[in-house]
C-alpha cells in the first residue's frame, strides 16, 4: 500500500474543509471528519488534532455547527458535529472567497 | 450573542473540559484501532496515536484561550487564594472586616435618613414640580408682626408667614403655576361613632388634590362650588379614618359624619396610605378634609396670612423663573395695597426641600460626620493592609524570585483587598439596617419621613461605591509597595515581617491622617455639645414640673363666643379645684411652648409707634400654676370680669423695651385705636414662653373673663398637682365630660414632657455625633497603638542593645512616647486645621457658641492627646520591659 506524500492544510482553509465536510454528510465526530478530509483528499490533506478541536471549539462559539451527544457503532459517547444555518451561509462565503482567491493566484501562475 | 454564550460557557467550563478530554479520548482510540488495522501491535498502535495527537493539556489551554475564560480563572483562583489567606488570618480579617463594616454601617443608616428625608420624591406623580408658596415679611425686625401659629416647613427664615387667602388670588394668575391650593391644619371633634374624639384634619382649597395629583380612590374630589361659605358640608376622608371608623362600609359614600356638631357628607375616600403634604412634615395622619370656604372678609382682607400654599409648576417652568414671575406680582401688590403688602413678598421652594427643612441641615452635618469615619475606618484598613503585606514580604520576594511578574503580584494583593471591601460592605449594610432601626427609634418627632427610611438602591449603590473604591484606593497602596519589593535585597534580610523605611512613613503618614479626621469629629461633637449644655442650662423662667396641660377645642357651633368658652372653663376650673391632689390651675388660650398669639398694641394713647408683643388671655391662677413669680402690683383675681375696669399684667421684657424700664403699673394700652384701654396692673418675672432655644419677648398677660379684649379662643387648661399629675388625667377629663359629654380631651402633655420634646432633636444630633467621635478616637487609636507596637518590634533589637548598656526603662518609655508625640501632634495640627474649615458648616446648629469657640477645640486637644498617649505607652512600656538576651537574639 503506498502511502501518498502527506500535506499540512494551507492556513486558513481548515474551517472551509470542516464545514464543507459536514455540508456533504450526515452528523460526523471529530475523528470522522479528520478521516473524511484525508479520504477525500487521497490521503493527502492531514488534519492534525492539535488544530481539528480548537477549530471545532472557535466554530462552536460562532454558533457555525452544532455539536450533540450521540454514540458510536461501538456505543461510545461521541459528540456529532452538525452545520447550522449560519454555518451554511459562512460556507457560501468562504467558497466564494476561496474561487476567488485561486482564480486570482491562478492567473499570476499562468505561463504569459 | 456571543457573550452572553462566552458567560454561559464559563458556567459550564468543567463539563465542557471533561466533554473535550473525552473526544479527545475517542479520537487516540480510532486512531489506534485504525492504525491497528493497518498492521502494527496494538501496544505500538496506542503510542503511535498518542504520540501523533500531541499535547492535550496545551489543547485545552488554547481552547479555554478561545472561549475567553483565562482571566476569568486566574481572578477566580486570585479569589480562591485571597479568601484562603484571610481564613489563615482570622484575626486581620475580623478587624479589618469589622472596621470597614463599622464606617460603612454608620454611613449606610445616616444614608438611609437622608435619602428618606431629602433625596425621595413625595409620593405625588411628578412631585418635582411641586412648590411651597409662603410669605416674607420684610419688615426691620424690631417692629415686626409675629405669628406663632406654626406653618408648615420649619426651615424658612425668620419672618416667614403663611400665605393671606385675599393675596393667594393673586398669585394664582402666575403663568409659571399650573395651580395653587391652599391647605391648613383643621381638626374636628368627631361625635357619634364611639367616644368623641378629636381627629386630625385639614381645610383645603377645592383644587388641593388635583394640584397634588391625587384623585380619591372611591367617589370624587371637591366641586368649586362647595368651596364656598354657606355651601353643602362635604368630606374627603382618609382610607384609614374609613376603614378603622367605619369597619370599611361599602355605602360609606353618601353618608354623614358628624363633625364639630354639623353633618358632613362623605363625596370621596382617598387612596391607601395618602400623606399631606402637612402629614410629611407632622406625622400624625390627616383623617379629614373639609372645604376651606373662605369668608369674603378673608378674601379681601390682605393683612390675614393664615394658609399654607402648595402649587405645580407649568411643565419646563423652573423654580427660578417661577419665583421671578412671583415677585414681580407681588411687588404689584405692594404698591396697591401699601398698608398690608408693603413688607411682605411672596417666596417658594421645592416642595420636598421646603419640608425637609432645618433637619436637613443636621443631617447634612450628620452625613459629612460619617463620611469621615469612613475615612478613619479606611485608612485604619489601608494600615492593616500594609502591616499584612510587609509580613508577606518575604513570600512576595521568593515569588519574584521565581519569576512572578509584579502586576500578577499587584493584581493578586488588590483581589484580597476586594474581599475584604466585599466582607466589609455586606456586614455594613447588615449593621447599617440594624443603626437604621435604632436610629428611627431614638429619632425626634417632627423629621418628616424618617420612620420610611430604608434600603432602596440608592443607599446600596453608596454603600457598594464606598465599599469597592476603598477596596481600590487603600488596596493600591500596599499593593504597589509590595511590588517594589527587590527579592534579593528583601532575601537577604533573613528577618521576616520587616516593612522597611518606606512603610514605616507610610503608615505614620496614615495614622496622622486618622488623629487628624478624629480631632474634627471630637471637635464638631464638643460645639454640639457646648451648644446642648447651654440650651440645657438655660432658665425658662417657670415651673415646669408636677404640671400637666391638655386641649380643649369648643366646637364654634356650641359655645359661639368668648363668653360661653368662658363660662366652659369657669365650671371646669370649678370642678377640677375640688379634685384631691390638685394644686393649682389654669386656663388660657395657650399654654407656654404649645403656640400662641401676638398682635400689635398702642402704649399710653400714643397712636404714632405700634409695638408687638405676646398676648396671652390666662385664668387668674395662670401664674401660680406655672410657678412664674410676680414681681410688683398685684396678680389677676377672680373679681377681674367683663364688668369691671379692663386690665393686664406684663413682664419685665415689655417694662425694658417698651416702657424703657419705667414702672408699667398704671400705664395704659390699647390694640386700636377705638380699642379700650387696658391698665397695667402687676408685672410678673420673663419667661422663654417658646421654648429654651427662643428669645424673651414682652408679654401680655390678659383676663380671661374680660372677653372681650381679645379675640382669640380659650383652648388650653393645666393643674399642678401634688403628686404625679399623669394620674390625674383620667379624673380631669371626667369632669370634662360631666360638663359636656362631646367635648374631647387631646394634646395631653406633662410640661416636662413638652420641654424635653423641644430639646429632643438637639439631644440627637449631639448624641449621634458623640457617638460618632467616640467611634473615630476608638479608631485612631487602634491606628496609633497598632503603628507604635510594629515599630517596636522594629526596633527591638536597637532597644534590646540600650537596654544591655544600661538605658533606664525610662530612657526607653521615652524614646517611643517621642516618636508617638511627634505623630500625635502632627495629627493635631493637621485636625486642628481641618476643624477650623469644617466647623463652620455647623453654625446654624450651634446655640450661642461660636464654631470657633476656644473651649471646644480644647476639650477635643486634650481628650485625644491623653487618650493617644495612653494608648502609645501600652508598646512603650514593652519596648522598656524587652529582655535583651531574647531580643539580641533574634537578630
Same mark, same amino acid.
Not at chain 2, 416647613?153 to 425668620?158: A, I, L, R
Not at chain 2, 368649586?224 to 355651601?231: S, V
Given at each position: 500500500m503506498s502511502v501518498p506524500k502527506r500535506e499540512e492544510i494551507p492556513p486558513g482553509t481548515l474551517e472551509m474543509l470542516i464545514l464543507k465536510t459536514l455540508a456533504r454528510n450526515k452528523p460526523l465526530h471529530g475523528f470522522a471528519i479528520a478521516e473524511f478530509i484525508l479520504e477525500t483528499s487521497s490521503g493527502v490533506l492531514q488534519v492534525e488534532e492539535g488544530s481539528l478541536y480548537p477549530a471545532l471549539q472557535r466554530m462552536l462559539l460562532k454558533d457555525w455547527i452544532a455539536g450533540d451527544w450521540g454514540k458510536t457503532e461501538e456505543n461510545r459517547r461521541a459528540r456529532y458535529y452538525s452545520l447550522t444555518a449560519e454555518g451554511r451561509k459562512q460556507l457560501a462565503r468562504e467558497l466564494d472567497r476561496y474561487a476567488r482567491v485561486s482564480q486570482a493566484i491562478a492567473a499570476i501562475l499562468q505561463p504569459a | 450573542m456571543k457573550l452572553p454564550r462566552r458567560i454561559a460557557a464559563f458556567f459550564h467550563r468543567e463539563a465542557e473540559t471533561r466533554a473535550l478530554r473525552e473526544e479527545m479520548q475517542l479520537h487516540v482510540e480510532l486512531r489506534a484501532r485504525k492504525l491497528h488495522h493497518a498492521g502494527l501491535a496494538p501496544v505500538d498502535a496506542g503510542f503511535a496515536a498518542r504520540r501523533q495527537f500531541g499535547n492535550a493539556a496545551v489543547y485545552q489551554d488554547q481552547i479555554s484561550a478561545i472561549w475567553g475564560w483565562t482571566m476569568w480563572e486566574r481572578f477566580l483562583q486570585d479569589l480562591r487564594h485571597g479568601i484562603r489567606m484571610l481564613f489563615k488570618a482570622p484575626g486581620f480579617a475580623a478587624i479589618t472586616v469589622l472596621t470597614l463594616a463599622l464606617g460603612l454601617g454608620i454611613n449606610t443608616a445616616i444614608f438611609s435618613a437622608v435619602n428618606a428625608v431629602m433625596l425621595r420624591p413625595l409620593p405625588? *406623580? +411628578?412631585?418635582?414640580?411641586l412648590i411651597s408658596l409662603w410669605e416674607e415679611n420684610? +419688615?426691620?425686625?424690631? +417692629?415686626r408682626f409675629s405669628s406663632s401659629g406654626t406653618s408648615v416647613?420649619?426651615? #424658612?427664615?425668620?419672618g416667614r408667614t403663611t400665605v393671606s387667602p385675599a393675596n393667594l388670588a393673586d398669585y394664582r394668575?402666575?403663568?409659571?403655576?399650573e395651580d395653587l391650593a391652599a391647605f391648613d391644619s383643621y381638626p374636628g371633634n368627631l /361625635?357619634?361613632? $364611639?367616644?368623641p374624639e378629636r381627629i386630625s384634619g385639614e381645610a383645603v382649597t377645592w383644587n388641593f388634590f388635583s394640584v397634588l395629583g391625587v384623585l380619591p380612590a372611591e367617589g370624587r374630589p371637591f366641586l368649586?362650588?362647595?368651596? !364656598?361659605? $354657606?355651601?353643602n358640608l362635604v368630606v374627603i376622608v382618609s382610607h384609614e379614618f374609613w376603614q378603622r371608623?367605619?369597619?370599611?362600609?361599602?355605602?360609606?359614600?353618601?353618608r354623614s359624619v358628624m363633625l364639630d356638631g354639623n353633618p358632613y357628607r362623605i363625596v370621596g375616600i382617598l387612596p391607601v396610605g395618602f400623606q399631606s403634604p402637612q402629614e410629611v412634615a407632622l406625622k400624625t395622619p390627616s383623617e379629614v378634609f373639609r372645604t376651606a370656604s373662605y369668608s369674603s372678609d378673608l378674601l379681601t382682607s390682605?393683612?390675614? @396670612?393664615?394658609v399654607n400654599v402648595v402649587g405645580r409648576l407649568k411643565p419646563g417652568v423652573s423654580v427660578t423663573a417661577a419665583q421671578a414671575a412671583l415677585s414681580a406680582i407681588s411687588a404689584s401688590l405692594g404698591k396697591q395695597f401699601p398698608d398690608s403688602n408693603r413688607y411682605f413678598r411672596a417666596a417658594i421652594a421645592p416642595l420636598r426641600d421646603d419640608l425637609a427643612g432645618k433637619v436637613s441641615q443636621s443631617l447634612w452635618a450628620l452625613l459629612g460626620a460619617s463620611g469621615l469615619i469612613v475615612l478613619i475606618a479606611c485608612v485604619n484598613v489601608a494600615n492593616l493592609l500594609m502591616v499584612r503585606a510587609a509580613g508577606r514580604r518575604h513570600e512576595s520576594s521568593v515569588r519574584m524570585a521565581l519569576g512572578a511578574g509584579r502586576l500578577p503580584l499587584m493584581r493578586q494583593l488588590l483581589t484580597e483587598s476586594l474581599v475584604i471591601a466585599v466582607a466589609g460592605c455586606l456586614a455594613g449594610i447588615v449593621l447599617g439596617r440594624l443603626l437604621m432601626l435604632g436610629l428611627t427609634v431614638i429619632a425626634p418627632p417632627g423629621?418628616? !419621613?424618617?420612620?420610611?427610611a430604608g434600603m432602596d438602591w440608592r443607599v446600596f449603590s453608596v454603600a457598594a461605591v464606598i465599599a469597592l473604591s476603598t477596596a481600590v484606593i487603600f488596596g493600591m497602596a500596599p499593593a504597589w509597595q509590595a511590588s517594589q519589593v527587590k527579592p534579593v535585597e528583601a532575601l537577604k534580610? %533573613? %528577618? !521576616?515581617?520587616t516593612g522597611g523605611a518606606s512603610q514605616v512613613r507610610w503608615r505614620t503618614a496614615l495614622t496622622v491622617a486618622e488623629v487628624a479626621l478624629s480631632l474634627v469629629l471630637l471637635v464638631g461633637a464638643g460645639l454640639l455639645l457646648r451648644s446642648f449644655s447651654t440650651v440645657m442650662g438655660v432658665?425658662?423662667?417657670?415651673?415646669?414640673?408636677h404640671v400637666i396641660a391638655m386641649n380643649i377645642n369648643l366646637p364654634?357651633?356650641?359655645?359661639?363666643?368668648g363668653d360661653a368658652r368662658w363660662r366652659f372653663f369657669q365650671n371646669l376650673e370649678d370642678r377640677v379645684r375640688a379634685? *384631691? #391632689?390638685?394644686v393649682a390651675l389654669a386656663t388660657a388660650n395657650r399654654m407656654p411652648m404649645r403656640g400662641g398669639w401676638s398682635s400689635g398694641l398702642f402704649v399710653?394713647?400714643?397712636?404714632?409707634n405700634e409695638y408687638v408683643p405676646d398676648f396671652q388671655a390666662v385664668s387668674p391662677g395662670y401664674f401660680e400654676t406655672l410657678g412664674i413669680p410676680l414681681l410688683r402690683g398685684r396678680s389677676l383675681t377672680l373679681?377681674?370680669? #367683663?364688668?369691671?375696669l379692663p386690665v393686664a399684667v406684663v413682664n419685665q421684657a415689655f417694662a425694658h423695651q417698651?416702657? @424703657?424700664?419705667?414702672?408699667?403699673?398704671?400705664h395704659t394700652m390699647q390694640r386700636g385705636a377705638d380699642a379700650p384701654r387696658i391698665s397695667v396692673v402687676g408685672v410678673v418675672n420673663d419667661i422663654r414662653r417658646a421654648g429654651k432655644e427662643a428669645r424673651i419677648k414682652p408679654e401680655v398677660y390678659l383676663c %380671661?373673663? +374680660? /372677653?372681650?379684649?381679645?379675640?382669640?379662643?380659650?383652648a388650653d387648661f393645666a393643674v399642678r398637682s401634688?403628686?404625679?399629675?399623669? %394620674?390625674?388625667v383620667n379624673a380631669i377629663s371626667h369632669e370634662v365630660w360631666a360638663v359636656d359629654k362631646d367635648q374631647p380631651v387631646t394634646n395631653v402633655h406633662t410640661m416636662d414632657e413638652i420641654v424635653d420634646e423641644a430639646v429632643s432633636e438637639r439631644r440627637f444630633q449631639t448624641l449621634l455625633l458623640l457617638i460618632f467621635a467616640g467611634v473615630a478616637v476608638a479608631l485612631a487609636i487602634v491606628g496609633i497603638y497598632g503603628v507604635l507596637t510594629y515599630s517596636v518590634n522594629q526596633r527591638l533589637s536597637e532597644l534590646g542593645i540600650r537596654v544591655a548598656l544600661g538605658a533606664p526603662p525610662r530612657a526607653i518609655v521615652g524614646l517611643v512616647l517621642r516618636q508617638a508625640g511627634a505623630l500625635i501632634a502632627a495629627g493635631i495640627a493637621l485636625g486642628l486645621a481641618g476643624a477650623y474649615g469644617l466647623t463652620r458648616f455647623l453654625q446654624d446648629l450651634?446655640?450661642?457658641?461660636?464654631?470657633?469657640d476656644w473651649h471646644a477645640y480644647a476639650g477635643a486637644v486634650v481628650l485625644l492627646a491623653v487618650v493617644a498617649v495612653i494608648a502609645a505607652l501600652i508598646p512603650a512600656r514593652r519596648g522598656a520591659r524587652v529582655d535583651p538576651a531574647i531580643a539580641l537574639r533574634q537578630e
Open positions: - | 405625588y *406623580p +411628578q412631585s418635582d414640580r420684610t +419688615q426691620p425686625r424690631d +417692629q416647613g420649619s426651615g #424658612g427664615p425668620v394668575a402666575c403663568a409659571a403655576f /361625635t357619634g361613632i $364611639g367616644t368649586a362650588e362647595e368651596d !364656598r361659605p $354657606g355651601a371608623r367605619m369597619g370599611g362600609a361599602a355605602d360609606a359614600l353618601g390682605r393683612g390675614d @396670612h393664615e423629621i418628616p !419621613r424618617i420612620e420610611s534580610t %533573613a %528577618a !521576616r515581617g432658665k425658662l423662667g417657670f415651673q415646669t414640673d364654634q357651633l356650641r359655645y359661639p363666643d379634685l *384631691p #391632689g390638685v399710653d394713647g400714643d397712636m404714632e373679681q377681674d370680669d #367683663g364688668k369691671s417698651l416702657l @424703657h424700664d419705667r414702672d408699667p403699673i398704671g %380671661a373673663a +374680660q /372677653t372681650d379684649l381679645y379675640p382669640t379662643h380659650l401634688a403628686g404625679d399629675p399623669r %394620674a390625674l450651634l446655640f450661642e457658641v461660636k464654631s470657633t
